[in-house]
């Protein structure tokens, strides 16, 4: 693509070169700068380091060799921090309900920084599961030079020669509670589940996010499968510092990356892999920062005509440290493009196409098994269905691997919220057979639409997976997997039908015809809505309270920027 060179500091020379602006360059001589910096470009590193979390521990370490890549293209790296959460540590606690919200401060927070401080460029460093769309938004919203660096997976656990990762130890309370481990080994799992550094290992919402935003462009080749601890990561570190320099010459930004068509990239990779169900809540937001029309109606299209080809965990074998192992995404995405699945032409962060970039990788290892041949794919379509229905009018998110069948038909089971279905799950109310109802837990309701793994887990850890199903207006963690379906619209918390739902009314879910219906009339329906009184919101101040007055519903993407 040639492009203009324009002045690779059009922003920060608003401070830096004039004359009127004393005080700022003052205060950039008090942080170390010489005259020769302030005639360069400053280049903003937004990391989500912080120590509380394996994800974000050892991300300022990185946003260091970020720094070195940029000073070595004679640009001025200056780190900042913006938050994070973790989910895995919030799950199943109030906390949750600040994991999605937490997307939007990171996008807001590293939005007001970069333009606040004239930054000419932005390079991010991140790695839990809301951070990257947080992120990527910040950068489409800035549209400057930009490129995402994602900290990179965990390792695997171990235990008695057993892989182990996060959601072995989710689903071993279940499998406590269900008395098939004792309580030392209920210990051992969780204290040989993670160790160390790293988003978790599976093919959950972290990796889904990183792997999905390298097809969409906005990272570098192998930067989404390189593990989180080793020489590989640091390298593409310093890369990503070293590549902004091409960005800024050549004036390529978000908004020369991401198009209709590396939107469609980034899911069918999410299909190929069978990604985190957040992958539709947070492209349909990134597509909305990125004024592009893309809808729910995309990942169905997407998913049609998708195979489900990796067999990774939650429902699989494998670990994202396995991908890397094979031949990382780039192989995936070779084959991919191999087999007429990617949009060769799309324009990347190294300032060359997709094709490109992956005419200098090689393939997937020869006899590798992390993801099967095009003939014998795990599911020959998508996992991702987009249900429709009375119970759905707005539409709702499955993620159905066909391991648990593509049809579920029940009574109705119902929770007011999460937590008395944890406990209502915990004391055996749940059997089989049942289709179990978790509502006021959406956007507005919960607030925050938190994520149900554990109910889920507990589920899959008694045993129970592929004999109940479970129905949300929340939402689900990469590491759910089973006969789920969330982001149910509209959340009951608005008066949806999800709200009108009784014990023992019939559910039944289709992921065949891609329906999800209440075997109720319509006239039921309306006598029941008649008597229906919506409840005041759980939160009456502060950022839930903001977030529940501005946020959009799940099939809008949860937004909060773009309010009528
Ligand atoms: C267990 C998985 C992780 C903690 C998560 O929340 C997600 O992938 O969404
Ligand atoms: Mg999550």
Redesign the pocket.
Known sequence: MEKKSTALNKYSRNVTQDPTQPGAQAMLYAIGLTEADLEKPLIGIGSTGYEGNPCNMHLNDLAQLVKKGLKEKDLVGLVFNSIGVS??IS?GTYGMRY?LPSRDIIADSMETVVQAMNYDGLVTVVGC?KNMPGALMAMIRLNRPSILVYGGTIASGCLNNRKLD??SA?EAWGEKVAGTITEGEFKSVIQNACPGAGA?G?M???N?MASAIEALGMAMPYNSSNPAIGNEKEKDCVEAGRALRLLLEKDIKPSDIISRKSLENAVRLITVLGG?T?AVLHFLAIAKSAGIEFTLDDFQRISDTTPFLADLKPSGKYLMEDVHRVGGIPAVMKFMLENGMLHGDCLTVTGKTIAENLSEVPGLKEGQKVVHPMDQPIKETGHLRILYGNLAPAGAVAKITGKEGYHFSGPAKVFEDEFKANDGIGKGLVKKGDVVVIRYEGPKGGPGMP?M?KPTAAIMGAGLGKDVALITDGR????THGFVVGHVSPEAQDGGPIALIQDGDIITIDADKNTISVALSDAELKKRRASWKQPALKVQRGSLYKYAKTVSSASEGCVTDQFK
Request: some cysteine; charged content about 15%; overall charge negative.
């Open positions: 989910d895995g799950m994991s599961d996060i959601v989710f978790c599976g959950y919402t972290a889904t985190s957040n994520e793994l689900f963690s990469g590491g």
